[in-house]
């Protein structure tokens, strides 16, 4: 398949079709007749669809397949470009979202059937601002859904602009297996990503591990102390670890590792009750992110 979405031919969509393509967070699949321009309806479903993808990582929607179970299942029969053009879709989503969004790119794509209708392929860019739609509101992508904004949510992508955007992703690894006890030792590190236009100089990540599982740091120590964690209480260390050599640039990502612990036959009653570790990151001016990881998440017990 053509990797760029506003080149799509008819033998793409038929990929997707044969292939019984997932949608996803940026791919989704509608029915022609969802585009009727001529139900208000339709428009405003149309902006808040479109807004949602600007608003999250951008995507691309394609108007003329039919899903089921949220996978293509086959073509219908199109678009009438006589009665929907091209120029009249990209009238009713700029009237319609607002601010504007730049870049979006509408594909006519043949269906060559009898009526010569075609299929839209309609790609959006990840904006860098929030957008509202017709309904007043602001959405954005999760799973296969359009979905309200949290306050928090909006001020986050209107800030894409002034401060870089750093996503951690925590992994573990098994170092050393000790054959004579049921105690096995583990990295744990965090890839971080920026998903901004912006490069990140600095940062700084703060982590509070249970020290009862806790072995030894790449950090520097700052000390324990009794503190809750979704209800639980377990005593902690805080690991603190800044970075201003490394910047990460935008759409790339660093992976630091950051501390050894170890889960044995009497730690594995910690599972029961969940441990987690909480973390904080900072990065240049922008707001501190906050956040916490279950150790089950992120372990094969």
Same mark, same amino acid.
């Given at each position: 398949?053509?990797?760029?979405?506003?080149?799509?031919?008819?033998?793409?969509?038929?990929?997707?079709?044969?292939? &019984?393509?997932? &949608?996803?967070?940026?791919?989704?699949?509608?029915?022609?007749?969802?585009?009727?321009?001529?139900? &208000?309806?339709?428009?405003? #479903?149309l902006?808040?669809?479109?807004?949602?993808?600007?608003?999250?990582?951008?995507?691309?929607?394609?108007?003329?397949?039919?899903?089921?179970?949220?996978?293509?299942?086959?073509?219908?029969?199109g678009?009438?470009?006589?009665?929907?053009?091209?120029?009249?879709? +990209?009238?009713?989503?700029?009237?319609?979202?607002?601010?504007?969004?730049?870049?979006?790119?509408?594909?006519?794509?043949?269906?060559?059937?009898?009526?010569?209708?075609?299929?839209?392929?309609?790609?959006?860019?990840?904006?860098?601002?929030?957008?509202?739609?017709?309904?007043?509101?602001y959405?954005?992508?999760?799973?296969?859904?359009?979905?309200?904004?949290?306050?928090?949510?909006?001020?986050d992508?209107?800030?894409r602009?002034?401060?870089?955007i750093?996503?951690?992703?925590?992994?573990?690894?098994?170092?050393?297996?000790?054959?004579?006890?049921?105690?096995?030792?583990?990295?744990?590190?965090?890839?971080?990503?920026?998903?901004?236009?912006?490069?990140?100089?600095?940062?700084?990540? #703060?982590?509070y591990?249970?020290?009862?599982?806790?072995? #030894?740091?790449?950090?520097?120590?700052?000390?324990?102390?009794?503190?809750?964690?979704?209800?639980?209480?377990?005593?902690?260390?805080?690991?603190?670890?800044?970075?201003?050599?490394?910047?990460?640039?935008?759409?790339?990502?660093?992976?630091?590792?950051?501390?050894?612990?170890?889960?044995?036959?009497?730690?594995?009653?910690?599972?029961?009750?969940?441990?987690?570790?909480s973390?904080?990151?900072?990065?240049?001016?922008?707001?501190?992110?906050?956040? +916490?990881?279950?150790?089950?998440?992120?372990?094969?017990?």
């Amino acid at each position: 398949m053509n990797f760029n979405s506003d080149r799509w031919t008819l033998t793409d969509l038929n990929a997707l079709v044969t292939g &019984e393509a997932e &949608e996803s967070s940026t791919l989704e699949f509608k029915r022609s007749d969802s585009l009727n321009l001529n139900q &208000e309806k339709a428009k405003s #479903e149309l902006s808040k669809d479109i807004a949602s993808f600007a608003n999250s990582a951008g995507g691309t929607i394609v108007y003329g397949i039919i899903e089921d179970n949220n996978c293509a299942s086959a073509l219908d029969d199109g678009i009438d470009p006589r009665t929907i053009d091209k120029e009249r879709l +990209e009238q009713v989503i700029n009237s319609r979202i607002k601010p504007r969004i730049i870049g979006i790119h509408i594909n006519p794509v043949k269906l060559n059937n009898a009526q010569d209708n075609v299929a839209y392929v309609i790609t959006i860019p990840q904006s860098s601002t929030a957008h509202q739609s017709a309904d007043k509101r602001y959405y954005r992508r999760f799973n296969f859904l359009a979905t309200a904004m949290e306050d928090h949510e909006i001020r986050d992508v209107m800030n894409r602009n002034r401060f870089p955007i750093i996503e951690p992703e925590f992994s573990n690894a098994l170092i050393k297996n000790n054959s004579n006890s049921d105690e096995h030792e583990y990295s744990l590190s965090v890839t971080l990503k920026n998903s901004s236009s912006l490069r990140a100089n600095q940062f700084k990540l #703060e982590i509070y591990f249970p020290q009862k599982l806790y072995i #030894e740091g790449s950090s520097t120590l700052v000390g324990g102390k009794n503190y809750s964690l979704t209800d639980k209480k377990y005593k902690v260390i805080k690991l603190s670890l800044f970075k201003s050599d490394e910047p990460i640039f935008p759409d790339d990502e660093l992976r630091i590792s950051i501390l050894s612990y170890k889960i044995d036959e009497t730690l594995f009653g910690l599972v029961k009750f969940d441990p987690m570790f909480s973390w904080k990151l900072y990065a240049d001016d922008a707001p501190c992110v906050v956040g +916490e990881t279950s150790i089950n998440a992120i372990h094969n017990f």
